[in-house]
């Protein structure tokens, strides 16, 4: 099927969907633009909020009558079995309504698939990454929620009497956890599988609340969504014998998108003690990590590396838990192709500072039939890694195998500053204007606090023979091209970071041909064109002598047993800059271009 142009991509659900914005329109078409996770659009003040319109349905117009239902969410319950009970009902409804990556991709969205076949004398080479073309894989980044103002009818569209008795249902859900726009109760009733119970079930997992009438509502009653469910599905890995229906569907829940919430930190409330920092939504960053891991992951665990009767994966700043989630799926889906893991038992440690993501981890393994331990750890703190070495303990059959991370990395101006050119608090034009960044984003002021303290920890928590060390984020100063001695300002940095061991380790940073200098980064992160904002950016970047920026993915991988007896000590880590092409970032969803050159680097690494 060949890929239509962006222009002609039209929902399925009709042109009344035509409001929800595609966010894989805007990444493509600026390329670049790929790389950031932030809004081209200014993100709605909760305190400049404008009157809703009669035909509003969208949850962002509502976010201060939902804070205290965002509040409750992972809080309801007090009997731990009747909450897995309910999770585990939740996951037979997704099932049911077939709650799928590649079904709304194809049935709500219309955007073309793969069709595949038994026709083995068309089989793709096992080493291709042909299945990634005219994809958007793993995950619907294309799809951008409604924004105040914007309105869905279902009412006008849904079909209650298709065969497809599904169809309805997952309409339905697509509508409220992925476009985050309000349907009435009666709606759902009647077109959701399993009505009131349904209805019911969501209620009490606080995934949703009714809202009342008032003068924008005039018929009654909304469902309202309070969270995005985020289909992901791990399809077979590259270098594997090719088998139909050999992938892994999951589902995330994560905390709306800031076009949706506006706001980075969920207050304190009755249910909610103290404020707790909102859980990343799925981004192209958190994509990333997972595509380009999950291209290469057969050849780093073919590639010399022995294994105890354990494998171990460690999620630092996990977030929802998608990076320690996604290597289980994988890994699950190697078992399910007779790979020798499939005798090996699997260990998964999900770290966080914010206690929401650590109950949203929780939420996620039960929900998608895995087991996760959860620990609660500031890695900024002077004794951040006491709770991780007492769960680990201090020998090699204790240390983890995989460490995946993605990190806080917005080098953040500094709200308290004394400078008053840096503080947002300090003028009040600023401060209206310009968008706070929380937990999941702001990475101090270099952005590089949370990427030095990871990196300082791997070679303590990894196993030394064959450990392998996997980040996304944005890297300040990266490599340039035609300028090796910018080198030694940012490798040189981290491979400091990483420190002296008795066992060699390699590294590569991929990061992009051209990365976005200072003046454009700054228009970026100030997400306005104010001037005083995108002002205090420039002097901010200045001040910490931060001239470019890219996003970027960096790999370190201790060398194996019997490995190269010449290689010394310490970590080395070289650089590859990945090159243009139409396909956008290394970071762009559907980049196999990007994909293909980072994954037969990352075997030649994993052979060390």
């Known amino acids: 099927m060949n890929l239509p142009s962006l222009w002609s991509l039209v929902f399925l659900f009709s042109t009344t969907l035509s409001v929800a914005v595609l966010s894989f329109h805007v990444k493509t078409s600026s390329r670049h633009k790929a790389s950031w996770t932030s809004s081209t659009q200014v993100f709605a003040k909760r305190n400049n909020q404008v009157s809703r319109p009669p035909d509003d349905t969208s949850v962002a117009s509502r976010i201060d009558e939902a804070t205290p239902f965002l509040q409750q969410v992972g809080r309801s319950y007090t009997d731990m079995d009747a909450w897995e009970n309910d999770i585990h009902k939740l996951h037979e409804l997704l099932h049911l309504t077939r709650y799928h990556h590649s079904t709304i991709k194809k049935r709500i969205f219309n955007l073309p698939i793969n069709e595949r076949t038994n026709d083995r004398n068309n089989h793709e080479d096992e080493q291709s990454l042909e299945k990634y073309k005219h994809e958007y894989p793993f995950g619907p980044t294309y799809v951008r929620p409604i924004a105040v103002g914007q309105s869905i009818d279902l009412r006008q569209f849904i079909d209650i009497n298709t065969t497809e008795e599904w169809l309805p249902s997952l309409q339905v859900l697509t509508t409220l956890f992925l476009l985050s726009s309000t349907v009435p109760p009666s709606l759902f009733t009647q077109t959701v599988v399993g009505g009131n119970d349904t209805l019911d079930l969501l209620l009490r997992l606080g ?96 590639n010399g590396n022995s294994y105890s009767s354990v494998f171990r994966v460690l999620d630092v700043c996990c977030g929802s838990g998608v990076q320690a989630l996604a290597a289980l799926g994988m890994l699950d889906v190697l078992r399910k192709s007779g790979h020798e893991l499939a005798a090996v038992d699997v260990e998964v440690v999900a770290v966080d500072v914010n206690q929401r993501a650590l109950r949203f981890t929780e939420f996620n393994a039960r929900l998608n039939g895995m087991k996760v331990t959860t620990v609660q750890s500031d890695l900024l703190a002077d004794d951040a890694m006491a709770s991780i070495e007492e769960l680990v303990g ?215």
């Open 207 to 302: 995934l949703v609340y009714l809202s009342p009438a008032d003068n924008a509502n005039k018929d009654g009653e909304l469902v309202v969504p309070v969270v995005h469910l985020f289909p992901l599905q791990i399809p077979q890995l590259p270098g594997t014998r090719d088998q139909l229906d050999l992938v892994k569907d999951m589902v995330f829940m994560t905390d709306l998108h800031p076009n949706v919430l506006s706001m980075t930190t969920i207050p304190y409330g009755s249910d909610c003690p103290e404020d707790e920092g909102a859980v990343m939504y799925i981004g192209p960053d958190s994509l990333a990590l997972v595509h380009h891991l999950h291209a290469s992951f057969l050849g780093y665990l073919n």
């Open 394 to 608: 201090r020998g090699e059959s204790e240390k983890f195998d995989i460490l995946l991370a993605n990190p806080p990395f917005i080098p953040t101006p500094n709200l308290v500053s004394d400078d008053a050119a840096l503080s947002l608090r300090e003028t009040n034009s600023i401060a209206n204007n310009a968008q706070s960044y929380g937990l999941f984003s702001s990475g101090g002021v270099s952005g590089e606090d949370c990427l030095c303290a990871i990196i300082q920890m791997a070679p303590r928590v990894l196993r030394s023979d064959g450990g392998l060390m996997a980040i996304v984020s944005e890297f300040m100063n990266p490599p340039l091209k035609g300028l090796d001695e910018q080198k030694c300002l940012l490798l040189t940095k981290m491979e400091q970071w990483w420190g002296s061991h008795d066992v060699a380790a390699s590294g590569v940073l991929f990061t992009n041909e051209h990365p976005l200098d200072s003046q454009v980064y700054a228009q970026r992160r100030a997400l306005t064109d104010d001037h005083g904002v995108i002002s205090l950016w420039l002097n901010h970047l200045e001040r910490y002598q931060i001239e470019h920026v890219s996003p970027g993915l960096l790999f370190v991988k201790y060398h194996s047993a019997g490995g190269n007896p010449n290689n010394a000590p310490g970590c080395n880590i070289d650089y590859r800059l990945v090159p243009k092409t139409n396909n956008g970032s290394v970071w762009t969803p559907h980049n196999f271009n990007a994909v293909e050159y980072t994954m037969k680097i990352l075997n030649d690494l994993y052979q060390s």
